[in-house]
């Protein structure tokens, strides 16, 4: 499994996320306390929204902690959205092509978790995606067909409604295969504007997922501090230092909205 955030707020340096705190997404990449595994060494990804109407994105298949030029451009990179992700792999192959977050246009999509029993489904499941976007497959992993497929569902014109038709979808064709692993899923998608992040699962057993609202982030002798107000919002697989009572656990089966200031957290029914 791997290890994620998404910040969305005033414009802070990748840097303060990434690299600053005491248990940064970077350090949790060789020693994660809340993930399957330990090290989540099989590549990382950035994507971040700057001046452009569409995020860029930096990807590689280095382990995060031996990667120069992710040190360097975290430290000249300021976003007011952000999403970051460390990987380890399920299955697939290490490549670029494979690593987090994907895009499309102006969506960025990421995740932690699994589809059970994917490569027995996989042409199945890909035969639902939309041509228009099958044809920006690039890899192989279960998550950009995911994405694929949300998008095919309407992912750009009601983000809840696409990922709840994915799931059910996917659910269905695991249920049909008869495979007995789990889907776990806790994943983040955003237009640029807004930020939505689901916890789901089918056994109630997903990755973890935390949260953090404040007025801004401030990182001081490696803790991250909140000033007061509630313009930034921090969703991340696991803290980022050990003042427990900052982070707030989003609960299985909830999907959380942050837009300009605002934030919910609601039920994810399907």
């Not at 789901?200 to 990182?219: C, M, Q, T």
Request: aromatic residues 10%; contains cysteine; negative net charge.
């Amino acid at each position: 499994m791997c290890r994620w955030l998404a910040y969305s707020g005033p414009s802070i340096a990748l840097e303060d996320l990434l690299v600053k705190p005491m248990k940064s997404l970077i350090r949790q990449s060789l020693s994660s306390n809340q993930g399957v595994v330990t090290t989540n060494g099989d590549g990382f990804g950035v994507g971040w929204y700057g001046d452009r109407s569409f995020p860029g994105i930096f990807r590689d298949t280095l382990p995060a902690w031996n990667d120069s030029n992710l040190l360097s451009l975290s430290e000249q990179i300021k976003a007011k959205l952000f999403f970051a992700h460390v990987r380890a792999s399920t299955g697939t192959s290490t490549s670029r092509e494979n690593c987090h977050p994907f895009r499309y246009e102006n969506m960025l999509f990421m995740h932690n978790g699994m589809i059970g029993g994917f490569r027995e489904i996989r042409r199945e499941y890909e035969q639902l995606i939309d041509a228009r976007y099958y044809r920006h497959r690039l890899g192989t992993t279960d998550t950009e067909a995911f994405f694929l497929l949300a998008l095919s569902n309407g992912l750009a014109e009601d983000v809840p409604l696409a990922l709840r038709k994915t799931v059910r979808q996917t659910l269905a064709l695991m249920e049909a295969s008869g495979s007995d692993e789990p889907f776990h899923m806790t994943a983040a998608v955003s237009n640029g504007d807004a930020m939505y992040v689901v916890r789901y699962s089918n056994d109630d057993r997903s990755p973890s997922l935390y949260y953090a609202v404040s007025g801004g982030v401030e990182i001081k002798d490696q803790t991250v501090h909140f000033s007061d107000g509630d313009c930034a919002t921090l969703v991340l697989s696991e803290p980022l230092d050990e003042r427990h009572g900052e982070w707030v656990a989003i609960e299985e089966r909830q999907i959380l909205f942050a837009r300009g200031g605002m934030t919910s957290v609601e039920n994810f029914a399907l």
